[in-house]
């Protein structure tokens, strides 16, 4: 089945920084990938996903984009703001038949200060 | 608002009790699960349900029960609490897969 591997945390920045949380996978074929975003004390979200490859997914400033090449879906953010503060996980499908499975990183969490 | 509605969102129980999480979408979503998140594992599947009356078993399946009666419901059974089964416990379902999941807001249980 397919795999993914998530940037560790935490990642700490000033308010206004510029983000970059790193995403690789491995898979057969060209699955969807996705970001969600949990906020604390909430469930997850999903941030934003890209279907196929060379595609960018984008939302609340926020994007990644699908790189076949380098297997990898790096989120980014050109300003970050106290409110971005949660944990962010990459996930993608299983794959190997188990159609609507998806599987997530392990998650990165990253504060904000002000 | 459409969405998954998770019950109850804290829950605290003694060692050897049972006790049912309730999970209900109104999506129409075939394709329901379970997860429980600790720290520092991410989110491990419990179980798992691609439509009405058909379950199985997702990687920590011990200790937990789950049922699909109707398209709607998927509640999670803890047969017998455990204080390893302290964790979040969140439910998501999805239609298609290149649409992602919608998740819950999760139960936060603690088995003491």
């Known amino acids: 089945g397919n795999s993914v591997t998530q940037m560790e945390g935490p990642v700490t920045l000033s308010e206004e920084a510029f983000l970059t949380i790193n995403c690789t996978y491995t898979?057969?074929?060209?699955?969807?990938l996705f970001w969600y975003v949990q906020y604390p004390g909430e469930g997850l979200q999903l941030l934003l996903k890209?279907?196929?490859?060379?595609d960018k997914g984008s939302n609340k400033g926020f994007e990644a984009t699908y790189r076949k090449e380098t297997t990898s879906f790096h989120l980014e953010k050109g300003s970050v703001q106290v409110s971005d503060s949660a944990v962010y996980f990459c996930?993608?499908?299983?794959?190997?038949?188990?159609?609507?499975?998806?599987?997530f990183g392990t998650g990165t969490l990253l504060a904000v200060q002000p | 608002n459409a969405g998954v509605t998770q019950t109850p969102k804290f829950q605290v129980l003694k060692t050897g009790q049972s006790m049912t999480l309730q999970c209900a979408q109104d999506m129409n979503h075939e394709y329901m699960s379970w997860y429980r998140q600790d720290p520092g594992m991410g989110l491990r599947l419990i179980h798992y349900s691609v439509g009405a009356g058909i379950t199985d078993q997702g990687e920590v399946p011990n200790g937990y029960n789950v049922s699909r009666s109707t398209t709607e419901d998927f509640p999670l059974r803890l047969l017998s609490a455990a204080p390893s089964q302290t964790s979040v416990y969140f439910c998501?379902?999805?239609?298609?897969?290149?649409?992602?999941?919608?998740f819950g807001s999760g139960t936060r249980l603690t088995v003491v």
């Open positions: 890209a279907t196929k490859a060379d």
């Open positions: 998501a379902s999805s239609s298609y897969i290149r649409d992602g999941y919608t």
């Open positions: 898979a057969t074929g060209y699955p969807s």
């Open positions: 996930a993608l499908p299983r794959g190997g038949g188990a159609t609507n499975k998806l599987i």
